[in-house]
């Protein structure tokens, strides 16, 4: 089976390794958190932040994926990608 791949712009490198970076970041934080014993809600806070990060990152890469790969199978006739995008989305949405 080959390998995918999908080639990108240096900008949307760039803005979904920034995001990432902030979420390094944010991790590294709830991780000090724990050491100093920070109070729960506080951490659990963190915690959610960090998540709605995340999810805003695969949101980005959500769209990008149906208007770019998704789009261009559906041009070339592969439907094999219905069942792709169908798991993506049951995933997603969990």
Do not use: P, W
Not at 3 to 31: H, P, W
Not at 38 to 58: G, H, M, N, P, V
């Amino acid at each position: 089976m080959k390998e995918k791949k999908t080639i990108r712009d240096e900008e949307t490198k760039t803005t979904l390794k920034n995001r990432l970076a902030r979420i390094k970041g944010q991790i590294k934080g709830i991780e000090t958190m724990i050491d100093e014993d920070r109070y729960c809600e506080d951490i659990i806070i963190q915690l959610l932040a960090a998540s709605k990060a995340l999810r805003s990152i695969a949101n980005l890469m959500l769209e990008k994926h149906l208007h770019s790969c998704i789009s261009k199978a559906i041009e070339d006739g592969d439907t094999s990608i219905v069942f792709e995008i169908q798991t993506l989305i049951n995933r997603y949405s969990d």
